[in-house]
């Protein structure tokens, strides 16, 4: 089954952190579980019309969270940091918020 770029990407990540690499052209993205570097790199070269030097990723682990006596476990995700190449365009979603 072939997957959407669109399922690949499912959102991207805003911290102060993450903003401040985006001035040296990294991104950070939350992506699919199943996915590997070169499927997230065509994607985000797909959506964002840009080219991708490298791809990071990170298997994150959900925290165990307690309120009162019922404890439950948030959910494990992953997180993708994609650095463009030099002479690519900056993408614009993330130059509009400061």
């Known amino acids: 089954m ?13 911290t102060e952190k993450t903003m401040n690499q985006a001035a040296e052209k990294k991104y950070t993205f939350e992506v699919a579980k199943d996915v590997n570097k070169i499927e997230i790199k065509k994607a985000v070269e797909v959506i964002f019309g840009v080219k991708v030097k490298s791809v990071n990723t990170m298997n ?25 190449t030099d002479d690519s365009k900056t993408i614009e979603f993330f130059d509009g918020i400061n």
């Open 2 to 14: 072939q997957r959407s770029v669109h399922d690949i990407i499912i959102r991207p990540i805003i």
């Open 60 to 84: 994150i682990r959900g925290k165990v969270k307690r309120q009162g006596v019922f404890v439950g476990k948030r959910a494990d995700w992953k997180k993708a940091i994609v650095t463009l």
